[in-house]
């Protein structure tokens, strides 16, 4: 569901605001994009939407491989995510497996911290934990 960004006709006392805000209506550009949330799943699915002025972005929608950063080598791989096991942002996220910038997932090399938004960059990258 979408969720409206503008200004409040009502004042924090909860009286009414007497200005010009309070006639007109509600602007698309005020109006958010829905909620949509980044799962573990068997392929990846990314979903393109427009912004204000023609602007465009990523956002995944599935994922089921990761970039991992691996320090001690210096390398980055492409490797499969299984699940995630831990995510301070939720922990309900846990159970759905849903994936955030902060999460930890387990993947075939280990667990990796997740440090990309998927929201917001398009893609799921990470470090991994020793």
Known sequence: ?????????????????????????????????????????????????????????????????????????GITKRVGISNIVENSADPNYVRRNIITKGAIAETELGLVRITSRPGMDGVVSGILID
């Open 1 to 73: 569901m979408a969720k409206w960004h503008g200004m409040s006709r009502r004042k924090p006392t909860g009286g009414r605001l007497k200005r010009p805000i309070r006639y007109r209506g509600k602007r698309k550009k005020e109006i958010s994009s829905e909620k949509q949330f980044a799962f573990v799943a068997d392929s990846n699915q990314n979903k393109l939407y427009r912004k204000h002025a023609g602007h465009q972005t990523v956002r995944v929608m599935n994922a089921s491989h990761i970039n991992v950063n691996i320090p001690s080598e």
